[in-house]
Nanobody, 123 residues
Framework: QKQLVESGGGSVQAGGSLRLSCASS????????LGWFRQAPGKEREAVAT???????TYTDSVKGRFTVSRDNGKRTLYLQMNSLKPEDTAMYYC?????????????????WGQGTQVTVSS
């Protein structure tokens, strides 16, 4: 059974930091593209960051320079380091996985999703 479990969310003041983790099981982790997504109330879900099999990363413009995505294949864990947090970063954050034939890009639909972890940033 494929499983993704997020942790590390919480409430912080603007300018603070959080580190999200996503532990996985039940699939061949190294062959998967991984991503962090978020959804704020009343808004559509958006991709925050992705990391390909070879650790090539992409970021949405609003988090570039503040967030860093990484993966530890030995621990089967995905991370999102979030610095200089802003109130507009407030959302439920989800990790997701997608099998990928390509090593350096994430193309296609993410198939497996975690339950999410809440991040709240106050001004």
């Amino acid at each position: 059974q494929k499983q993704l479990v997020e942790s590390g969310g919480g409430s912080v003041q603007a300018g603070g930091s959080l580190r999200l983790s996503c532990a996985s099981s039940g699939f061949n982790y190294v062959n998967y593209c991984l991503g962090w997504f978020r959804q704020a109330p009343g808004k559509e879900r958006e991709a925050v960051a992705t990391i390909a099999r070879d650790s090539t990363t992409t970021y949405t413009d609003s988090v570039k320079g503040r967030f860093t995505v990484s993966r530890d294949n030995g621990k089967r864990t995905l991370y999102l380091q979030m610095n200089s947090l802003k109130p507009e970063d407030t959302a439920m954050y989800y990790c997701a996985a997608m099998w990928s034939a390509a090593s350096s890009i994430c193309a296609g639909n993410f198939d497996y999703w975690g339950q999410g972890t809440q991040v709240t940033v106050s001004s």
